[in-house]
């Protein structure tokens, strides 16, 4: 089945410093991959839609300066949080969803844990 | 708009009893509808989906779910629960009618399965 890695699966950074999360598609070309963001007992709440070859479509309310998106390839997206501080600790996961079927279910990668101290 | 509510935050559930987990949705069209699993520090699985055709819907693991429009609802369902499917259930939504993939969730519900 379709597979999505994320790397890493968590990461402790000093605020003012910033992350990259890495999402790739395994065994399926992606071109379009969705990242979400959840915290603790919440459910998942969409950022942004990262579109292979353009630029991500955001969210109302998310800040792309902040948390800047990259899909280079087919395979791969990247999230960076840049400039983090504590209140940008939270689960993030990126998800695809494999041919352009709409109908099609995602598949998540298996998220990544970010404490920012 | 499109969203999707699920009232329990947890349903607690004896080993080999019938396990239900509710969820209502709203859109302005027709509805495709999914149920994801979440283990903890996981990303999501997923369990079943209703696009067309028959309402009620066979997944994995021996969940399935009815898809029941005057009520719009998509209760996920299996007859003989085990320990094992202690986990976040979540149902999403996305309305054939919306522009985009976006898909919505509730806001998950916590099962807990005891031996």
């Known amino acids: 089945g379709a597979v999505v890695s994320q790397h890493p699966s968590w990461v402790i950074c000093k605020s003012g410093t910033s992350v990259k999360i890495e999402c790739r598609s395994l065994d399926f070309q992606a071109t379009t991959m969705f990242w979400y963001r959840q915290f603790p007992k919440q459910s998942l709440m969409l950022m942004a839609t990262?579109?292979?070859?353009?630029?991500?479509?955001?969210e109302q309310g998310v800040e792309k300066d902040k948390f800047l998106i990259n899909h280079a390839s087919l395979t791969l997206s990247t999230l960076t949080v840049t400039s983090a501080h504590p209140e940008d600790s939270s689960f993030y996961i990126c998800s695809a969803r494999v041919g352009g079927n709409e109908n099609s279910p995602l598949h998540f990668g298996n998220g990544t844990r970010l404490t920012v101290t | 708009a499109q969203s999707v509510a699920q009232p329990e935050d947890q349903v607690n559930v004896a080993e080999g009893n019938p396990l239900t987990v509710k969820c209502t949705y709203s859109v302005s069209g027709n509805p495709y509808l999914f149920w994801y699993v979440q283990y903890p520090n996981r990303g999501l699985q997923f369990l079943l989906k209703?696009?067309?055709?028959?309402?009620l819907v066979k997944g994995s693991y021996g969940f399935e779910a009815e898809f029941n429009k005057s009520q719009t609802s998509f209760h996920l369902k299996k007859p003989s629960a085990l320990v094992s499917d202690s986990a976040l259930y979540f149902c999403a939504v996305r309305d054939r009618k919306a522009a985009g993939n976006k898909l919505t969730f509730g806001g998950g519900t916590r099962v807990l399965v005891k031996p």
């Open positions: 209703y696009i067309t055709g028959d309402n």
């Open positions: 990262s579109n292979e070859g353009s630029k991500a479509t955001y």
